[in-house]
């Protein structure tokens, strides 16, 4: 087991995210935030917490999506499914996805797919903790990535947030 962010060095991973993104959106004008579910909201949660320090909250539109039935694989094993809440339209606006491990891309594309449900976005970029660069399978590449490691196919992330696990870290198996 190996330690590839800490408590704090997420926090500050959190905050850098958020800068990023506000960077690229000045204001959030025209821009929704939407994390994806289940593990993608803990660190959408946190980005939006964090934008609603720097910027008025009532300029924040924020959403979960669900992809339980938009991947490809829910044929090979039984997927829960999770609340959607996206209660605005996503039409012409860009988009910013927030998931917690980029690793093969499909995720993502699920992602995509049901995003179209909701509206033609202008622009959809995407926000990761973690960017497993070597592992893709899909020509996806993150936007905003907190930290990029390098692994190998039979290494696991594990992302852990205070208030589900015990502490905030990520750690590599």
């Given amino acids: 087991m190996k330690t590839i962010l800490s408590a704090d060095q997420m926090a500050l991973t959190v ?3 958020a800068h990023q993104v ?11 935030i939407i994390g994806l579910q289940p593990r993608g909201i803990y660190l959408s949660d946190r980005v939006v ?9 009532i300029h924040i539109q ?23 809440d996206i209660p605005f339209s996503i039409e012409n606006k860009k988009v910013v996805l927030i998931d917690d491990v980029l690793y093969t891309g499909r995720t993502i594309r ?5 995003l179209l449900d909701f509206g033609r976005p202008k622009k959809v970029s995407l926000c990761v903790l ?6 893709r399978e899909l020509p996806i590449q993150p936007d905003f990535a907190g ?14 947030w205070k208030g589900r696990e015990e502490k905030d870290e990520v750690i590599l198996l």
């Fill in 62 to 84: 924020y959403g979960k999506l669900d992809i339980t039935f938009y991947r490809d694989d829910i044929r090979k094993s039984l997927h829960i499914a999770n609340a959607t």
């Fill in 22 to 32: 506000l960077e690229n959106s000045p204001g959030l004008e025209d821009t929704v």
């Fill in 147 to 160: 930290k990029a490691i390098d692994t190998i196919f039979s290494d696991k992330v594990k992302v852990h």
């Fill in 110 to 114: 699920a992602a995509l797919d049901a």
């Fill in 130 to 135: 973690i960017d497993r660069r070597f592992s």
């Fill in 49 to 57: 917490l964090e934008l609603g320090r720097i910027i008025d909250p």
């Fill in 15 to 17: 905050k850098r995210l």
